[in-house]
T-cell receptor, first 114, second 112 residues
Framework: DSGVTQTPKHLITATGQRVTLRCSPRSGDLSVYWYQQSLDQGLQFLIQYYNGEERAKGNILERFSAQQFPDLHSELNLSSLELGDSALYFC?????????????FGSGTQLSVL | AQSVAQPEDQVNVAEGNPLTVKCTYSVSGNPYLFWYVQYPNRGLQFLLKYITGDNLVKGSYGFEAEFNKSQTSFHLKKPSALVSDSALYFCAVNSGYSTLTFGKGTMLLVSP
């Protein structure tokens, strides 16, 4: 068990809808990362937060947004969903923001857009 | 831009034999290199990393990796494979100024 908790584990929704994925980092970790994993694109970095502030942004669509709350949990909001958004979404955490730190991954949220 | 190449989609090895999973990278500046493993229906787990120093890095579950700067490679190795090592392996790279970039992954299948 990595100590990173993601909910829900599975999510089935329809095109055009909006969903929220939740992540609780390991106790003491200040950084939260969001990744999207799909068969064709592999693991794509979406966004990183450190202690409540956006730290780095990757290939995140404008329809997607995220935030990190004062208790350090994070939410990824996906709106106007399209079929192509179906993927496994991972949250990861690390102690700090340094790029040489190892990441601890949650078990992911499997999103299916029908 | 930084990138990682894992040239093999799948590696097959018999239990007890040595295994190698290949990784080459491209990054500006000095690289930080990582290996992660993903078991079915699980998140990625950290295996090992190279930051600086000794080119041979030892990690979890008996795995090791060798950093080769001239060949820009960071191959993952294990002297004797176990059936339980069967999983999806990801190589990843970043520099001091960027976030982690993952390779496409290599499926390792260890047969009894």
């Amino acid at each position: 068990d990595s100590g990173v908790t993601q909910t829900p584990k599975h999510l089935i929704t329809a095109t055009g809808q909006r969903v929220t994925l939740r992540c609780s980092p390991r106790s003491g970790d200040l950084s939260v990362y969001w990744y999207q994993q799909s068969l064709d694109q592999g693991l794509q970095f979406l966004i990183q937060y450190y202690n409540g502030e956006e730290r780095a942004k990757g290939n995140i669509l404008e329809r997607f947004s995220a935030q990190q709350f004062p208790d350090l949990h994070s939410e990824l909001n996906l709106s106007s969903l399209e079929l192509g958004d179906s993927a496994l979404y991972f949250c990861a955490s690390s102690v700090g923001a340094a790029t040489n730190e190892k990441l601890f991954f949650g078990s992911g949220t499997q999103l299916s857009v029908l | 831009a930084q990138s990682v190449a894992q040239p093999e989609d799948q590696v097959n090895v018999a239990e007890g034999n040595p295994l190698t999973v290949k990784c080459t990278y491209s990054v500006s500046g000095n690289p930080y290199l990582f290996w992660y493993v993903q078991y079915p229906n699980r998140g990625l787990q950290f295996l090992l990393k190279y930051i600086t120093g000794d080119n041979l890095v030892k990690g979890s579950y008996g795995f090791e990796a060798e950093f080769n700067k001239s060949q820009t490679s960071f191959h993952l190795k294990k002297p004797s494979a176990l059936v339980s090592d069967s999983a999806l392996y990801f190589c990843a790279v970043n520099s001091g100024y960027s976030t982690l970039t993952f390779g496409k992954g290599t499926m390792l299948l260890v047969s009894p």
